[in-house]
């Protein structure tokens, strides 16, 4: 334990130690200031993009968006899952189909988007909602093949009704992986999402380290930047702690 | 799995054709109708006739050399670097406690922000591509590395130990060849990743490459050849990823 913490402030020591020592070369005229700002200057810039660039609402914004991606995969995703499980033609004929889907490279059909939904939010919705797509089917349909057979031979001898089945049985039991899907497709959309908004130059947080790119404003960039991954490291963490909490016996 | 075996081969079959059919008719059926705006939906001769001429030109091949060779740099240089920190995780504790963290928090952040810092540091040519590139594939190859340096069978360890082999010896001979299932599944992720990462880099600043190409017919309206270029490139990466993992099973 006593080694534990140890190797933790040694991670976080060597952090600082490295921003310290770029510090000290771009003083030192090392490193050209115009291509690396002073570390100093992107936490002094913190603020400055709280209060003039509004950090905080186009993290809103995004956060609209990924929520909204969210829902649809739960809507469109989780029912194309169970149906692919009720219907064994169509999964014979389709997991290999849905499997090759989450291994292509959904996010450079960004161009086709734009064609058809135009420059706008619907777009980046969209393109979040492709890229969790295939985990979310993939994770439901996984949970509800691996429903244990006692499991099912209990409502069986219940004689419920296949909808009772479903519901009582079925959905339960597959819950867990459904979350895990669903985890991995929040994640898949937030990258999708705010990388989207960096290429089209629209919507949330992605548009903002654009923006402050093309003024070549330096230190605001990386400070917008800092921000994304803080963003990321919160919404990775967060997501993490609710599908322990939801796990049964985690 | 034994209820999916009992449907028949040719019913699966006759289901996947007519879905195919149904969607490529449907296509058709809207490109003919002009529902949505002229060209969006180009008829599927016109895609076909934009996908011949654009597999027939030469100038494609330059701009997928480009990209090739983008992809290949970034996939050798993130892939080294990716190899050696996820050893050097999995095998020391210590370091694992200490900077394993940071991998993973920097793992799932959407890369292409660093596209600006990265045209700073390597200029606007292939430099900050490769970059991106190597950004992207570093995390899934040095997240692989680790975990398949941990799972390597602690006797492994001890027969190369009682050998006294080198640490090169060691390298060589035990950690990759016990590593190699991992390692191949971090390659197939890594190559994902980093044709995303230059193509969207290409797509964003360039004057070469797929990605340029595919964002110049955007810009020009050329739909049929975007979409025959998007097509290209979905085959290419769907293929090289099938490639990769029969790579993995066959050799097991």
Redesign the interface.
């Known amino acids: 334990m006593r080694?534990?913490v140890?190797?933790?402030v040694?991670?976080a020591a060597?952090?600082v130690g490295a921003l310290c020592l770029v510090e000290a070369l771009i003083r030192a005229g090392a490193i050209n200031r115009f291509?690396?700002p002073l570390p100093s200057q992107i936490l002094a810039a913190i603020p400055r993009i709280v209060d003039e660039e509004h950090v905080l609402a186009r993290f809103g914004q995004t956060s609209l968006e990924v929520l909204w991606a969210s829902v649809l995969l739960v809507v469109v995703g989780i029912p194309l899952g169970v149906l692919l499980h009720r219907l064994?033609?169509?999964?014979?004929?389709?997991?290999t189909w849905v499997g090759?889907l989450a291994?292509?490279?959904l996010?450079?059909?960004?161009?086709?988007f734009?064609?058809?939904f135009g420059r706008s939010t619907t777009t980046i919705v969209m393109i979040g909602f492709a890229a969790g797509l295939a985990p979310v089917i993939l994770k439901t349909l996984e949970g509800l093949v691996s429903t244990r057979e006692v499991l099912l031979d209990v409502g069986r001898s219940f004689r419920l009704t296949p909808r009772q089945q479903f519901t009582k049985i079925l959905l339960p039991a597959a819950l867990p992986a459904v979350f895990v899907g669903m985890r991995l497709a929040l994640?898949f959309a937030?990258?999708?999402i705010?990388?989207v908004e960096?290429?089209i130059n629209f919507g949330g947080l992605?548009q903002l380290?654009?923006e402050l790119?093309e003024r070549y404003d330096?230190p605001g960039?990386?400070a917008a930047?800092l921000f994304?991954?803080a963003v990321?490291?919160v919404?990775?963490d967060l997501t993490a702690r609710l599908e322990r909490w939801l796990r049964p016996n985690g | 799995m034994a209820a999916a075996e009992r449907v028949s081969a040719g019913r699966v079959f006759t289901l996947r054709a007519a879905v195919v059919a149904f969607v490529l008719a449907t296509w058709e059926a809207v490109s003919l109708s002009g529902l949505l705006f002229r060209d969006v939906v180009p008829s599927l001769g016109a895609i076909a006739r934009a996908l011949v001429r654009t597999l027939g030109s030469a100038e494609f091949y330059g701009h997928l050399a480009v990209t090739a060779g983008e992809v290949g740099a970034a996939l050798v240089i993130g892939g080294a670097a990716g190899l050696v920190a996820g050893i050097a995780l999995g095998s020391s504790r210590f370091l694992s406690r200490a900077y394993e963290p940071y991998v993973y928090y920097l793992g799932p952040t959407p890369k292409i922000i660093f596209f600006p810092v990265m045209i700073m540091w390597f200029g606007v040519a292939s430099g900050s591509k490769i970059a991106m590139g190597a950004i992207s594939c570093f995390f899934p190859i040095a997240i692989s590395a680790a975990a398949g340096v941990r799972a390597i069978d602690d006797v492994l360890i001890r027969v190369g130990r009682s050998f006294r082999a080198s640490p090169w010896q060691m390298a060589t001979r035990i950690y990759l060849p016990a590593m190699r299932a991992a390692l191949v599944n971090g390659l197939r992720l890594g190559l994902g990743v980093a044709i995303i990462g230059t193509l969207l880099a290409e797509t964003k600043l360039s004057n070469r490459g797929v990605g340029y190409l595919i964002i110049q017919s955007y810009a020009t309206f050329d739909m049929p050849r975007m979409y025959a270029l998007i097509i290209v490139l979905f085959v290419l990466s769907i293929g090289a990823n099938a490639l990769l993992g029969r790579l993995a099973e066959s050799r097991r």
Do not use: C, H, K
Request: glycine share 6%.
């Open positions: 080694s534990d140890q190797a933790r040694a991670g060597t952090l291509v690396v064994r033609i169509a999964r014979a004929a389709f997991e090759a291994a292509a490279p996010v450079l059909m960004y161009p086709l734009l064609v058809l994640i937030m990258i999708n705010v990388g960096f290429l992605g380290v654009n790119a330096l960039m990386y930047i994304v991954v990321s490291v919404f990775y």
